[in-house]
């Protein structure tokens, strides 16, 4: 069978085989062996070619060097010595062993009677002798040859930074199908860029490994056709478990974890081996020497069982000890690891009287260079004697703690007083590790590890579900501390699995928002379930892999926002134990605990049973403050809310309602400096507001200075976000804005301004279109007029009849299609059947325009998807589409998404109402839903289309006619809250917030508009993107653009929508005025600024420098003793008009039919204000008439009053005029009144004539006549 080999006596060191360049050296320890012979084997490990003694002995090692063998040589020991079970020795020959320093192993352990040293069927059990051969079923040592040396480039992370994240090998990966087949469950798939990432995604930077060194499954289990799946059964410490790779497989996945910053550690098992007792298998110690390696019960036969694994390694051995800490040493010098986590380390550092701190292990993990430099975890018990020894083990050593599981479960199930313990484990178990210079980080903090229920299973279950293990459910744990919130396990209760989902939130938040380093199992991220079982050590099946295919997408998300808050905020991860002690100069403390009504909780407070709610204050000088708030009882308020300028952070209740904390919940607040008095507090929070341009106070009409309260700013901070204040950039040069030139060239222009909607035409179908906007044009041109000025076009809810304002926009990016001449799409051809919708009713009805026009829309887009694709019209579609790209596709989506909401939810809050899948409109469900419905959102970029080709058809008309600018397009303030816009750009828009307005004299009681603005930082780190294709957008369809409150680009006034007076916040102006000015000049539209009302001092001066034009309405610029100013005394960079839509036309103002509604209505009618006001009125109306010559006052107007008084206001120095076509028509109604809503018929008016009576009526003509002449004639006296 074997052959002759010759050996020399080599070297006793290194122990194992030793590659040289001519040989192998082989060495062994063995204090009681009496021979010990070399096996060598055929390279498939099925042939013994040849057993050599090792002819040397050097103390207790036996050694030898055979020249001539090389790298990967399989080998083996078969050892001679006593077989005296009664004195501790169990030598058999006839057994093949394991080589203890082997570092890898071809071949599995084959179950066999042939592996036990005894006959296991013999009545004397381990006192017989088993003579059988158990080489065929054993693994073969390969003697290694040192491989190539990995440079490994650790991450080295700091305890403090440190997110321990404990999986296994094969359950992490063997069921998820993004990472490749073949490596699933292997050590390969480990660094799968798919688990890299998710590892990124939810901060993992340790991940601990359950134990890959080599195992072996117990007889006991595979007869039962099961495995020891967790693999605590180990049988070297040098080779990795062959199921999951090889060692280079191994090294490579350490290598990629380290370059996503992600530190190895491994599961060791040095408390006890694979040989289990007296009754357990021979396969490598218990052979080699059982005395030596064993602690023995002093009878000797048994074992002492500290671990409850049968026998317990003699750490107290000088070879074990060299064995394990050569093996550790292994792993990290050749393999790479970065630490260890020592399965009950309580028995390797037990001595005679028990666990040791000076024990010789502890000592040598501490003594040695290489070990000292890891990161050392220990499970700090055994079942041993005094084996409990959590927070004993050195300063250099982490530990887990099984307090902060049990604790921690106790409180968030409900347990009464458990907020006491909860307390001590939020703030890094100080009771416990509080001592021997012992950092905060030394707790472990865990809620689940392997050995026990899963997360999921903490809250679905009460009691264990094991059956599956073959014990008759007596095996696992049976104090679990879990609450199945009702039902045990699954159930299709929503109640029920909302609560089990708080539950697991709070359970992770309280995890990860501790002080102390904190560990998360496996799957628990995304809610893996199995399925109650306690104890899966035996489970290798889909009970313990993960199932990535059933992940809760809510969980995992929440987990990865707990470990971006924990990293984000240092409060969570000191060194240092918290005791309340002050932090620098500022007064205050590193940690303070509350109560809801804003008391400090000191040491009776604590005694109170029922304490539910509780927060923890952490300061830290240069960081500021968190605050998290602990509430297992109902929802309440918690005033030290409303005492600070606290960011919110996170809540397990998905929910921020400032002040009130969620019942059952934990919620996170952040402060960007220490929680302190309430002095401080408003300290701080007025200086945070300059940072982040808020103005403090201001100046209102009537000069009265208004200082912005407390309440308010923490309001406006919160609606910024937590983006960082940016720095406001300044223009490297100025250039001018478009128009200003172009316009004095020509001796300035007039033009006509109306409400697009409110137009009247034989033709249109009850609401005014694009084509009574070119004809108009036309028309206008004729008597002209150089422009037609528009309220908003903007795109509004085209499924929602009754969101109709134009001021109010969905997206300022595209078109209100309900201004679509359907008679003029070519679609329809004669199929177009007229609508006598209203035409001779004074209102809009809304309604009935959005139903029929809806069907005109329905049936040309019908036709139009007849086409084919060749087809010009369809090409031309294919041109808008691609230049409006992802824009108009998510536009169209937010339609059909809108469309689809039930009628009650079909308001200004939009998007905030779709399902939650659909709110980010990146998201994949909203990439599917418009796969889904592509027809219908084809259907809305097609209007789109006709809208806009309708709209640039108009503008080419009016020029074409003769009009110097045609068409100027008004871009409104702002947008709807959830809107289009809103949807598409959530993270630049400021939330809960509303553009508004203090008082003035349209309406002295202030406005809040419910419009979001933007977010000057988050526009800043946009690079203005946003607001520069909304501009773009509309430039380019018209030849000039009134910007609506311009006063915007510089301060916008925002009021809270949860109240409050309002206040406002700068904006970059110089940034916003160049971007105006690149895309005016690119575009050449002209560009009016509407800064009506009160503006600070150096405004409109600064407007001028950038020769941005204003606008000045008469009616409201006054000297300073009242009067309205003198024409002379008008700004050349302005367009000039009595009024606007917002404001009473010039024959309402005459009549005083504005004070008539405001009585009616309440708004600033106080008595004597409004007297007071009546009398500035009749003396402007007699200074007015004086001016325009009209002789004696008249009580209204008729045509020939209106056009002196529009001519001598047209002879004004302003380089544009403009008249509104409610006061051509000598209409008394103004178009809205700012602050109401269904008060009175906003928007909803039409025009007092129609087109075709405006071109024929006498009184319409001499006022446009009167106008064009003065305009004329002050173009003559400025060419003299």
């Known amino acids: 069978m074997t052959k002759q080999i010759p050996i020399s006596n080599g070297a006793a060191y290194p122990l194992g085989a030793h590659i040289t360049a001519t040989g192998i050296n082989f060495a062994l320890f063995s204090a009681n062996a009496t021979r010990v012979t070399l096996c060598l084997f055929s390279p498939d490990g099925t042939t013994e070619t040849a057993q050599i003694d090792l002819p040397a002995r050097t103390g207790d090692i036996w050694h030898g060097f055979i020249d001539g063998l090389k790298p990967g040589q399989l080998y083996g020991y078969r050892i001679d010595g006593p077989y005296a079970p009664n004195k501790g020795h169990r030598f058999n020959a006839n057994k093949l062993l394991i080589d203890p320093y082997a570092k890898e192993l071809f071949g599995e352990i084959i179950q066999n009677d042939a592996i036990f040293g005894y006959d296991l069927w013999r009545p004397e059990q381990d006192l017989s002798f088993d003579t059988r051969d158990s080489a065929p079923f054993m693994p073969k040592c390969v003697a290694v040859g040192k491989s190539k040396t990995v440079k490994f480039k650790k991450p080295k992370t700091s305890w403090d930074q440190t997110f321990v994240y404990e999986a296994h090998v094969k359950g992490l990966t063997k069921r998820h199908k993004g990472v490749k087949p073949a490596c699933r469950g292997t050590f390969s798939g480990l660094h799968d860029p798919t688990i890299l990432k998710h590892f990124k995604k939810i901060g993992v930077t340790a991940i601990e490994l359950l134990p890959v060194q080599s195992f072996f499954s117990e007889p006991r289990l595979t007869q039962m056709g099961l495995t020891n799946y967790w693999g605590y059964n180990p049988v070297n410490y040098f080779a990795a478990h062959t199921d999951y790779g090889n060692p280079e497989d191994f090294k490579s996945a350490v290598k990629s974890l380290h370059a996503a910053g992600i530190e190895v550690i491994l599961d060791v098992v040095y408390n006890h081996t694979a040989e289990s007792d007296e009754l357990g298998p021979t396969l490598s110690y218990r052979g080699i020497d059982n005395a030596s390696y064993y602690v023995l019960r002093d009878e000797k036969r048994h074992y002492v069982n500290h671990t409850g694994t049968g026998n317990t390694l003699d750490m107290t051995h000088p070879q074990v000890l060299a064995l394990t800490i050569s093996s550790l040493r292994y792993w990290v010098e050749d393999m790479g690891v970065d630490g260890f986590r020592f399965d009950l380390a309580s028995t390797l550092a037990r001595g005679p009287d028990g666990f040791d701190r000076q024990s010789d292990f502890l000592v040598a993990c501490r003594n040695d260079p290489v070990l000292s430099n890891c990161k050392l975890i220990a499970e700090p018990w055994d079942i041993g004697p005094g084996g409990y020894v959590l927070g004993q083990f050195p300063k250099n050593w982490c530990s887990w703690n099984d307090r902060f599981r049990d604790d921690v479960r106790s409180f968030w199930r409900g347990d009464e007083m458990a907020h006491k313990a909860l307390a001590a484990r939020l703030l890094g178990s100080a009771d416990i590790f509080d001592h021997s210079g012992k950092s905060a980080n030394s707790s472990i903090n865990f809620i689940t590890s392997h050995d026990g229920f899963t997360l999921r299973d903490v809250v679905s279950y009460n009691e264990k579900h094991n059956a599956a293990n073959g014990e008759n459910n007596r095996d696992g744990h049976g104090h679990n501390l879990s609450d199945n919130m009702g039902v045990e396990g699954p159930t299709e209760d929503t109640a029920i699995n909302a609560a089990r989902l708080r539950r697991q939130k709070n359970l992770l938040a309280t995890l990860m928002l501790s002080q102390g380093t904190p560990m998360l199992l496996a799957g628990d991220e995304f809610g893996h379930s199995q399925s109650g079982n306690n104890n899966s050590y035996c489970q290798d099946n889909e009970i313990t892999w993960l199932d990535w295919d059933a992940v809760d997408d809510e969980l995992q998300e929440f987990m990865a926002e707990l470990a971006k808050l924990r990293k984000k905020f240092p409060q969570f991860s000191q060194s240092q134990f918290l005791h309340g002690e002050l932090v620098g100069d500022s007064g205050a403390r590193n940690a303070v605990w509350i109560s809801p009504n804003g008391d400090e909780l000191h040491g009776a407070n604590w005694d109170d049973p029922i304490l539910k709610c509780f927060g923890l204050v952490l300061n830290i000088e240069k960081d500021g403050a968190v605050l998290i708030i602990i509430n297992a009882g109902p929802s309440q308020k918690f005033k030290a809310l409303s005492e600070a300028d606290w960011t919110f952070e996170l809540s397990t209740a998905n929910a921020q309602n400032h002040g009130d904390v969620p019942a059952d919940g934990v919620t996170v607040y952040s402060l960007k400096t220490p929680y302190l008095t309430a002095k401080r507090k408003q300290d701080v929070l007025r200086e945070k507001a300059r940072r982040y341009g808020l103005v403090e106070s201001y100046r209102d009409i009537s000069g009265h200075v208004h200082v912005t309260d407390d309440a308010t700013l923490t309001s406006l901070l919160g609606a910024l976000g937590t983006i960082p204040a940016q720095t406001y950039p300044d223009a490297a040069e100025i250039t001018p804005v478009y128009g200003t030139e172009m316009l004095r060239e020509h001796g300035g222009v007039w033009g006509v301004t109306c409400s697009l909607y409110g137009l009247r035409s034989i033709r249109n179908w009850g609401i005014g279109d694009f084509e009574d906007l070119a004809v108009l044009a036309e028309y206008l041109a004729t008597r002209g007029a150089n422009f037609i000025g528009l309220n908003p076009v903007h795109a509004l809810f085209p499924s929602a009849s009754h969101l109709y304002a134009p001021y109010s926009p969905s997206s300022r990016e595209f078109l209100n299609v309900m201004h679509i001449a359907p008679d003029k799409i070519p679609e329809l051809n004669d199929q177009v059947i007229d609508r006598k919708m209203g035409k001779d009713t004074e209102l809009i009805d809304y309604a009935k325009v959005y139903r029929e026009k809806s069907k005109a829309f329905e049936l040309a887009f019908k036709n139009f998807q007849t086409f084919p694709k060749s087809h010009e019209r369809r090409n031309a579609f294919e041109v808008f589409c691609k230049k409006h790209g992802e824009a108009l596709n998510q536009q169209a989506l937010f339609d059909v998404l809108f469309e689809q909401l039930p009628k009650n939810k079909q308001t200004f809050d939009g998007y905030h109402n779709f399902a939650k899948k659909y709110r980010d409109p990146q998201s994949a469900d909203c990439r599917k839903f418009a796969a889904e419905n592509e027809t219908r959102l084809t259907y809305y970029k097609y209007l789109q289309w006709i809208a806009h080709s309708q709209l640039e058809a108009a503008q080419a008309r009016a020029k074409k006619a003769g009009m110097r600018i045609g068409l100027y397009l008004d871009f409104a303030v702002g947008v709807v809250p959830g809107g289009a816009d809103a949807w598409r750009y959530q993270d630049i828009f400021a939330q809960d917030v509303s553009l508004g307005a203090p008082g003035d004299k349209a309406n002295p009681d202030g406005q809040v508009w419910n419009l979001l603005p933007f977010n000057p930082h988050a526009l800043i780190v946009r690079d203005l993107n946003p607001l520069r294709r909304a501009l773009l957008s509309l430039m380019s369809l018209g030849g000039a653009v009134r910007i609506d409150h311009v006063l915007g ?88 008009g009595f009024s606007n839509h917002d404001f009473p036309t010039l024959s309402g103002f005459w009549a005083g039919q504005d004070f008539d509604w405001r009585e009616e209505l309440g708004i600033g009618n106080d008595p004597a204000a409004l007297s007071h006001e009546k009398s500035v009125r009749a003396h402007d109306r007699s200074i007015l008439a004086k001016l325009a010559g009209l002789g004696v006052v008249p009580s209204n107007l008729n045509a020939e009053s209106m056009a002196k008084l529009q001519a001598w206001l047209a002879r004004s120095p302003s380089l544009a005029f403009a008249v509104q076509l409610d006061d051509i028509m000598l209409e008394a109604h103004q178009a809205n009144v700012p602050g109401t809503t269904d008060e009175q018929p906003n928007w909803r008016r039409r025009s007092k004539l129609s087109l075709e009576e405006l071109a024929s009526n006498p009184d319409c003509s001499i006022i446009l006549d009167a106008i064009s002449a003065a305009r004329k004639s002050k173009k003559k006296e400025q060419a003299l």
């Open 1049 to 1136: 680009l510089l301060r916008s006034f925002w009021v809270p929508q949860s109240g409050g007076s309002g206040a406002y916040i700068r904006y970059p102006f110089d940034a916003l005025l160049a971007l105006i000015a690149e895309i005016s000049q690119r575009e050449k539209c002209v560009v009016f600024g509407e800064d009506l009302g009160t503006v600070p001092d150096g405004f409109r001066d600064h407007m001028a420098a950038w020769e941005m034009m204003g606008y000045t309405i008469l009616l409201i610029e006054r000297t300073s003793s009242g009067d309205i100013i003198p024409l002379q005394d008008v700004r050349e960079l302005a367009i000039t």
